[in-house]
Each structure stands twice: as structure tokens, then as C-alpha cells.
């Protein structure tokens, strides 16, 4: 099983590659007030949607270091000069519960 995100363009995932692939499961990513995110790609192409907004990551700089990821994480790649796009952060929901079902 191979998840990937819809992308982050707030356009249709159909458009872009990996969020296109049929055999993918493509995740778009929701707020955290569960609606869809305004930089989430959408369309027919999404299969599923998950949190993707406000989320807390792992980050560099130590081995304890955080960063919460909102919107686009533009903050982010200024700062840091490292982009993580947000619906990348919807996909990791998916893939547990993915990995999960596939384990039973």
C-alpha cells in the first residue's frame, strides 16, 4: 500500500504526481476544526483526508526538537530553509491506520 498527499496547491490532485496515482491511497489534509484545509488539494483524486494542520512534529536541530507545521509551512522553510508541505503531515495518519488493517 503506498500513501501519498494530495499536495498543496488548493487545486485538483488530479493534476499533480504522486497525489494522481490510481493504486495510491491520496490524502488531503483537514484543519483542526476537521474541514478541509485552503491549501489542500482536492478532486477525485483524494481518497481520504486526515489532520494536517497544527500538527507537531519531529524537527531538526536534537533529537527532542519539535516544530508545529501549520498551514502551508511557510513559516518553516523561511526560517530554516526546509519546506514540509502540511498534507505530507495528513499522510502519516493514513499509513498507520493503513498498516493497522493490513496487520490483522
Known amino acids: 500500500v503506498v500513501v501519498v498527499a ?8 488530479c493534476n499533480y504526481s504522486p497525489a494522481s ?9 483537514t484543519t483542526i476544526t476537521d474541514e478541509a484545509a485552503y491549501y489542500s488539494n482536492a478532486g ?3 481518497d481520504v483526508l486526515a489532520p494536517g494542520t497544527d500538527i507537531t512534529s519531529a524537527w531538526i ?3 527532542s526538537a519539535t516544530e508545529v507545521l501549520s498551514g502551508m509551512c511557510a513559516c518553516a522553510c523561511v526560517r530554516l530553509h526546509v519546506c514540509v508541505r502540511c498534507a505530507s503531515m495528513a499522510c502519516p495518519h493514513v499509513a498507520g491506520v493503513a498498516a493497522q488493517y493490513m496487520a490483522r
Open 44 to 46: 477525485s483524486c483524494v
Open 61 to 63: 536541530g536534537s533529537s
Open 6 to 13: 494530495s499536495g498543496n496547491d488548493g487545486a485538483d490532485a
Open 21 to 29: 496515482a490510481t493504486k495510491a491511497i491520496t490524502v488531503g489534509a
